[in-house]
């Protein structure tokens, strides 16, 4: 009889931590995909910024064709990128293509002082710089479900419960991943 | 301990002060009906009810009110907004909170409001004047993580709390004091009821004392690992430690919601008594603060601060 009751025990308390960790899975995957979407309305403000960028710059460079072509097809990748990680390198050639774009505009004074074009530049830094904030979060996120996802127990099953681990959202050759974790 | 964990706790914790803040209530009514009038006590009991159920309802413009921030339109203040933006985000608030302005020349910031959609980020002109970007950032990220691990909550309630214990007990006092109606009790009753009204309001603050300081540690891992950068919390810090402007309003009432106590150095130059007793500190040394982020960051401070540019006013 006692038997009985400490194996019904057992098995209760094993039903419980197996909730518990289970619904933790399911608020860890919530958050990345939380992060992640954070992430892609920054990277589409940042696309939606391009067109009117390259529209003013030609206005008062029309011959620099080749960056501009540059700049489009950049962009078109980053909305064209599929996964966290090809959309980080997407990411890094658009910055990459309109440093160059900058570097073009540095030889016009008329549209340096332009309005428009100084407005545009700001949004555009505004908007990295929230893509950088958004990345912290969702790289944060992506760690805990991770780090949980491949923890015992949860490593036999996790994927048969449909966790998976997800993409960091960092170009290759970014080392920018380590996170410092304080007391949590 | 985890985010999850900090908000339950804080839940819990919400849950001690409200119990704590009626037996507390209770105990003033109960004076007030012994050494005036059972009505009186009766009468004052309802009163604080229905005071403190608007207040809580007020809060927000109330706690603004209190510490004197004033709301901004976002578009005059664009750097500023952008950067309590981009801390949320970085923070994964679902609603980047608002941010209002105190004309005062400390540098300090606070944080209040009862949800995280519904709260606000309080800075002093003093603050932006003095930090430099990277600073001011972290100040803000221990803001919003107050405002993420729910300490606004509770915090919020704490403070509407305090206020309704301290203007009871106050009007109590009042009554025996100058009211003459104190006739009908034996002069020791009056005696203990006016060392009770005394009392009450300190009771009450330190109820809300007691809500863990470690909250602002917690608050300043929390700002380090959103900025992902121990380092400028610690200078953030250590720049206010050295800066000698005392907060011109400071109020017991608001302490405990700003970044750096207003009140420490003002309670030790004018309230020799107070300051003395440790319990009533509503946060823990900046140094103790600073070296928790030196070890945990794995980083030491430089004896200089940076002289970056400021981020203005």
Redesign the interface.
Same mark, same amino acid.
């Not at chain 2, 301990?1 to 999850?4: A, S, V």
């Not at chain 2, 380090?224 to 121990?230: F, G, K």
């Given at each position: 009889m006692l038997w009985l009751w400490i194996s019904i025990g057992g098995v209760a308390l094993l039903g419980i931590v197996f909730v518990l960790g289970y619904n933790r899975l399911v608020r860890l995957r919530n958050e990345v995909d939380t992060g992640w979407a954070n992430i892609d309305v920054q990277l589409q403000r940042r696309a939606d910024l391009i067109p009117n960028l390259v529209e003013t710059v030609r206005g008062y460079a029309a011959h620099e064709r080749g960056v501009f072509e540059e700049v489009t097809r950049a962009r078109t990748a980053l909305q064209q990128a599929g996964t966290p990680g090809a959309a980080a390198d997407a990411n890094e050639g658009l910055t990459a293509a309109l440093g160059r774009l900058f570097a073009v505009a540095e030889a016009y004074p008329d549209l340096k002082a332009s309005e428009n074009f100084l407005q545009l530049q700001d949004d555009l830094t505004d908007t990295e710089d929230k893509i950088s904030a958004a990345r912290r979060y969702y790289n944060a996120t992506v760690m805990r479900l991770n780090t949980s996802v491949q923890s015992f127990p949860w490593l036999l099953f996790a994927r048969a419960l449909g966790f998976r681990e997800r993409e960091f959202f960092s170009a290759q050759g970014d080392t920018a991943v380590p996170q410092v974790t304080l007391s949590r | 301990?985890? +985010?999850?964990e900090q908000i339950r706790s804080n839940r819990l914790r919400s849950g001690i002060v409200v119990v704590g803040f009626v037996l507390l209530l209770l105990f003033v009514a109960a004076l007030i009906g012994l050494a005036l009038d059972l009505s009186l006590g009766v009468l004052a009991l309802a009163f604080a009810g229905v005071y403190g159920i608007i207040a809580l309802f007020q809060s927000r413009s109330m706690i603004a009110g209190m510490a004197r921030a004033q709301a901004v339109d976002p578009g005059e203040l664009k750097p500023l907004s952008?950067l309590v933006? =981009?801390?949320s &985000? %970085? !923070? /994964?608030l %679902?609603v980047t909170p608002e941010v209002r302005i105190v004309e005062d020349d400390a540098p300090n910031a606070f944080a209040a409001g009862l949800r995280p959609e519904k709260s606000y980020v309080g800075v002093t002109t003093g603050l932006l004047a003095k930090m430099p970007k990277r600073e001011l950032e972290a100040i803000l990220a221990h803001e919003v993580s107050h405002i993420r691990n729910r300490d606004t909550y509770l915090m919020t309630m704490a403070t509407v709390f305090a206020g309704v214990i301290a203007l009871v007990a106050d009007i109590g006092f009042r009554a025996i004091a100058y009211g003459g109606r104190s006739r009908r009790a034996g002069a020791l009753v009056a005696v203990v009821a006016i060392v009770g009204f005394i009392l009450a309001p300190y009771a009450a603050l330190l109820l809300r004392m007691s809500l863990s300081r470690r909250r602002e540690? +917690?608050a300043d !891992? /929390?700002a380090?690992? &959103? +900025? =992902?950068?121990?380092e400028a919390v610690a200078l953030a810090l250590r720049r206010l430690s050295l800066d000698e402007t005392t907060i011109t309003y400071a109020d017991a009432s608001t302490a405990h919601l700003w970044v750096e106590s207003p009140t420490d150095r003002v309670e030790s130059e004018r309230r020799g008594v107070l300051a003395l007793t440790s319990w009533f500190n509503t946060h823990p040394p900046l140094e103790v603060r600073i070296a928790a +982020?030196e070890e %945990? /960051?794995g980083f030491r401070l430089p004896d200089r601060l940076p002289a970056d540019e400021p981020f203005g006013y």
């Open positions: - | 301990m985890t +985010l999850q952008r933006e =981009n801390v &985000i %970085a !923070a /994964g %679902a540690f +917690l !891992a /929390g380090a690992e &959103i +900025l =992902n950068d121990p +982020l %945990a /960051g």
